[in-house]
């Protein structure tokens, strides 16, 4: 293990950063409300990795660095001009020499074998310098034969981690998008399991995962992630566990398919009884009356069938809401993206960074909807009951005329 001495294991729950939360959000969506600032023709990234033009301040073309850069770890170390060139984006970085990237640009790059084949190259120094080698065209990395040194020195070195993480970007922006999983998942491993650059792990959940466009992707990582990380306690990137069991206990008593049988079981036996008394007391009436009290029964029947179909509903939609609210989202600044901070600075920036987390105020109001639902229906029965229902008396009256 290559833990630096001077280092001291951090004990305080870890905390999630807003700045990084809203940062990476708009890389993964594009940069929303952004415009291009430069002209279309002005390809500087572009035209220095085809060798045409230095990078500026330091007056070195590309083929120089690749060629006489590569293996001077000193020289990669120390100067820090170098990478905003190497691995361009569409944000301003500290050299404030190096052009940001335009969408032409990006698809013109794309096109360009050469500055594609160099890019490759400048990745792999890069993965050198971090004691990492890309061992096939899918991205797959494994350790180098420099390992131990260089793992060593990225533990203690953390300004590299933003390297790390403009190196990621930079990867998606310029067609690897492929390339960035199998980096972080092999940089999670080490850190997590084998424990050598323990103290890059925190940037690694916080910047390096939430590179990663694809959703699916995240949650993997964040999943593997979950199982290694200790302690298990301070695991913030996912929802705590004891939520998790009480929401999944809370589906299962909430069961509507429980629900709605024993509520058809209590008013089968309160039927049951009703129509005992009904039996019993039946001889002493007379025959127009028996008609007129199975009349109203009957009646009574549908208007509970009725009430049982509402509350039936009304537990389906509570169901839906249970699982809305119980969905194991481990990629919660994913799904969450630190909504309460987003929320906090939409005026600021002009954009809805909470419209991955779904609309929870729909669901309320369908649960709402559903609770009126019985109560509307009941009385809606009860009325028309009362204007089709003819009077007792005036029923018994005209039966008795018409005998006579």
Request: hydrophobic share 25%.
């Given at each position: ?379 809606d029965v009860q009325d028309s009951l009362g204007k089709d229902k003819p009077p ?13």
């Amino acid at each position: 293990m290559f833990q630096n001495d001077d280092t001291t294991e951090l004990t305080s729950k870890p905390k999630r950063s807003f700045y990084a939360a809203r940062d990476l959000y708009k890389y993964r969506h594009q940069y929303p409300n952004f415009k291009d600032l430069r002209y279309q023709n002005d390809l500087s990234n572009l035209r220095f990795y085809k060798n045409k033009i230095p990078f500026k301040p330091d007056g070195v073309y590309i083929e120089e660095v690749l060629n006489k850069w590569k293996g001077d770890y000193e020289k990669l170390e120390h100067n820090h001009t170098y990478i905003q060139w190497l691995f361009p984006l569409r944000e301003q970085g500290l050299n404030f020499y190096a052009k940001e990237l335009t969408t032409y640009e990006i698809e013109e790059f794309k096109k360009t074998k050469e500055a594609i084949r160099r890019f490759l190259l400048a990745y792999k120094m890069m993965l050198e310098f971090f004691g990492i080698k890309l061992i096939d065209k899918t991205g797959n990395v494994a350790r180098a034969a420099n390992w131990q040194e260089r793992f060593q020195h990225l533990n203690e070195s953390q300004h590299n981690y933003l390297r790390i993480t403009r190196i990621l970007k930079s990867l998606g922006e310029l067609g690897y998008e492929s390339f960035k999983s199998p980096l972080v998942k092999f940089i999670l491993h080490e850190a997590l399991v084998e424990d050598t650059i323990p103290n890059i792990k925190q940037s690694a959940l916080e910047y390096f995962v939430y590179t990663i466009r694809d959703r699916r992707e995240r949650r993997k990582l964040l999943r593997f992630a979950q199982q290694h990380y200790t302690p298990s306690e301070h695991f913030i990137w996912g929802p705590p566990r004891k939520q998790k069991e009480a929401n999944k206990a809370g589906k299962k008593q909430t069961s509507p398919v429980s629900s709605h049988n024993s509520y058809i079981s209590k008013h089968k036996k309160w039927r049951d009884s009703k129509n005992t008394s009904i039996t019993g007391s039946s001889s002493s009436k007379t025959a127009e009356e028996k008609k007129v009290e199975l009349s109203r029964n009957g009646e009574e029947n549908d208007q509970r069938g009725t009430e049982t179909n509402c509350e039936a509903a009304k537990q389906s939609n509570s169901e839906k809401h249970s699982d809305f609210n119980s969905e194991e989202v481990l990629d919660s600044s994913d799904k969450k993206e630190n909504i309460s901070h987003f929320k906090k600075d939409k005026g600021k920036d002009g954009e809805n960074l909470s419209q991955d987390c779904g609309n929870p105020t729909i669901i309320e109001r369908e649960s709402c909807d559903s609770e009126n639902c019985s109560s509307n229906v009941s009385a809606d029965v009860q009325d028309s009951l009362g204007k089709d229902k003819p009077p007792v008396e005036s029923t018994i009256k005209n039966k008795e005329e018409i005998k006579s």
